[in-house]
């Protein structure tokens, strides 16, 4: 059974980089039918998809936050990670990883609620 694990800092000072780190057990990421995926909730609100990487290594981000992130990974470690520059306090959220681009992908690491505040 494939089974992601979300790690990172909780508290990010703002203006720094906001990293989560995204280990995937079960399968390798570089099995030809996912899109490893970050998702993020803001408190009170929905869930917003950030960015995947696929197998190939080609990245896709949302428009509007695609200048401040970065999504690589590290095949011979089985993870995938997020990088989110400038960080302010509207990035406070709980951070997520996915095995899929959709909301409905079918698996889900979550980690603790990172806040971005000094």
């Known amino acids: 059974q494939v089974q992601l694990q979300e790690s990172g800092p909780g508290l990010v000072k703002p203006s720094q980089t906001l990293s989560r780190t995204c280990t995937v057990s079960?399968?390798?990421?570089?099995?030809?039918?996912?899109?490893w995926s970050w998702i993020r909730q803001p408190p009170g609100k929905g869930l917003q998809w950030m960015g995947s990487i696929a197998v190939s290594g080609s990245t896709y981000y949302l428009p509007s936050l695609k200048s401040r992130t970065s999504i690589s990974r590290d095949t011979s470690k089985n993870q995938f990670t997020l990088q989110l520059t400038a960080g302010t306090p509207e990035d406070t959220a709980v951070y997520s990883c996915?095995?899929?681009?959709?909301?409905?992908?079918?698996?889900w690491g979550q980690g603790p609620p990172v806040t971005v505040s000094s």
């Open positions: 996915a095995s899929d681009f959709s909301l409905d992908a079918a698996y």
């Open positions: 079960g399968d390798s990421i570089t099995t030809n039918y996912y899109y």
